[in-house]
């Protein structure tokens, strides 16, 4: 009967999937405006870039104040390399990555010393930095007035072409999370966000592995950020301020930390919502922050992991003990230690009479 539900269960995933893309691939042609079109291009690549953030913050348990600066840093590298230099589309995006992946290894030496608010704090002040870097070297960057005249390549001239491209690289981007988070090493990543100090005295190198996942998340959300300067054929210093990692936060909290495709959710909501808010209210900031705060009481895991929560609450049997059940579930199998073999001890008997083991209980998965 279990295997029933549960390929039952499958078989629904992969309709509703199937179904949530054709209809994607599908709306251009039913959206009654290129303008709405041109909102879900924006949506879908502010998507992979919230993705890029969760892994930070939901999968590894890091909070960076300063995400936002790789976003900037291949919009800005993308467009001077295209228009200045006489780069292509694709030499400048191969230039941006290698670039991102050096500056978050730089980043990521000098501030994943510290740890919690201090490691915030410190990203962020790497974030100002360059913020204000962009806006001195106006000769280079246009300064505050932003950088313009990005040239577009032939086959991503119009709005619809724009559209496609940026869903097919959202896609891609999001099968990759996928496969990042559901190996060994995003094993590992969900024990350092539950217990660093276990994940060590296991034998794992918990910095190098956290250097990793901010490599991995700068260098998507720089790739990120030069298609999207290529889309909009501009970029403007606000892509690398503290408010644009602020509303990745939103985005991510919103749809539900830890879930990967929450972060598309959130997407969706704050993108068109604060372009539509804005557009018929002049205080539009407030009525968002009112409809931030209804979701959050409502959804109080986010979107996602709401659901996630009530599907598990009608799957439970009757009688069954009540657990924690906030985030995606943590994969079962631990990460192969060196050798192959597992690292993770086995769990100590319980005595009769006695409490429960230490270790017992864990925190729950993402």
């Known amino acids: 009967m279990a295997k029933v539900s549960r390929r039952t269960g499958t078989e629904r995933t992969w309709l509703l999937t199937g179904g949530l893309l054709g209809l994607l691939f599908a709306f251009p042609v039913l959206s009654p405006s290129v303008y709405y079109v041109s909102l879900l291009t924006s949506a879908a690549l ?23 600066l790789f976003f900037g840093v291949g ?8 228009r200045d230099a006489g780069f292509d589309f694709f030499s ?7 670039l ?15 740890k919690g608010v201090y490691f915030a704090m410190v990203t962020m002040a790497f974030a100002e930095f360059f913020h204000i870097l962009v806006e001195k070297l106006y000769h280079i960057t246009g300064g505050s007035d932003g950088f313009t005249r990005i040239p577009t390549p032939v086959w991503l001239g119009g709005t619809v072409q724009k559209y496609y491209v940026a869903l097919v690289f959202a ?16 094993s590992v990543w969900l024990a350092i966000r539950e217990n660093e100090t276990r994940a060590a005295m296991l034998g ?17 959300a720089a790739l990120t950020g030069g298609l999207y300067a290529v889309v909009v054929n501009f970029a403007h210093p606000g892509f ?4 644009t990692t602020i509303n990745l936060l939103l985005m991510v909290v919103i749809g539900g930390v830890g879930t990967l495709s929450g972060g598309f959710i959130g997407a969706l909501i704050v993108q068109p919502l604060g372009r539509i808010l804005s557009s018929y209210f002049r205080a539009w900031l407030l009525v968002f922050g009112v409809v931030y705060v209804l979701i959050v ?38 990460p192969a230690g060196p050798g192959g073999a597992p690292m993770t001890p086995a769990a100590p008997r319980a005595t009769p009479g006695a409490g429960p083991a230490a270790g017992d209980g864990g925190a729950g998965g993402p």
């Open 46 to 68: 502010y998507g992979v870039l919230a993705m890029s953030y969760d892994l930070l913050m939901g999968y590894t348990g890091i909070l960076s104040f300063g995400h936002a």
């Open 75 to 82: 919009a800005y590298g993308a467009g001077i390399l295209m």
């Open 92 to 98: 400048a995006m191969a230039v941006v990555l290698a």
């Open 100 to 114: 991102s992946a050096v500056l978050a290894a730089v980043i990521g030496l000098l501030s994943l010393r510290v």
């Open 171 to 186: 896609i891609a981007m999001y099968l990759l999370a996928r496969r990042l988070v559901s190996s060994p090493v995003g």
């Open 204 to 220: 794992y190198d918990t910095f190098s592995y956290k250097l990793a996942v901010m490599v991995i998340s700068g260098m998507m």
């Open 240 to 243: 690398i301020s503290v408010s």
């Open 297 to 334: 009481l409502f959804f109080p895991a986010g979107i996602l992991g709401s659901v996630r929560m009530w599907r598990l609450r009608r799957r439970r049997p009757p009688g069954a003990p009540r657990g924690p059940e906030a985030g995606p579930a943590v994969p079962t199998a631990s």
